[in-house]
């Protein structure tokens, strides 16, 4: 069963099929010779090449569990630093560049 859209933007979906299909209808003539153009820098084909933008696309990302010192300090943990030894973050420090030639 084949679902169809009138808008000029249409996606279809085939629901019955073992993997999913999708066919996307009115694609700008420039994103596709893109699309083409990176297919072949890799190797792929057309299909292929689609398939491999929208997995990394979607792929889910690991959302860091707190700011840049605790993702370093999770990074070197169990190596010499230890529980409470976090690395402190610093907000609203200014930097100020040394004067190297006085």
């Known amino acids: 069963m084949w679902l169809d859209f009138l808008p ?3 996606i279809m979906i085939a629901t019955e ?7 996307v209808r009115n694609l700008d003539d420039r ?14 084909s057309m299909e292929a090449e689609a398939r491999e933008i929208l997995r990394n696309a979607l792929r889910e ?7 840049l010192g605790t993702e370093i300090a999770n990074m070197f943990r169990g190596i010499g630093l230890r529980e409470g030894e976090e ?13 190297f030639e006085s």
């Open 31 to 44: 994103l596709k010779a893109r699309l083409q153009r990176r297919a072949k820098r890799h190797g792929h």
């Open 87 to 99: 690395i402190a973050e610093i907000h609203g420090f200014k930097m100020e560049i040394p004067d």
């Open 8 to 10: 000029a933007f249409a």
């Open 61 to 67: 990302e690991k959302v860091p569990a707190g700011g």
């Open 17 to 23: 099929a073992t993997m999913a299909q999708i066919l």
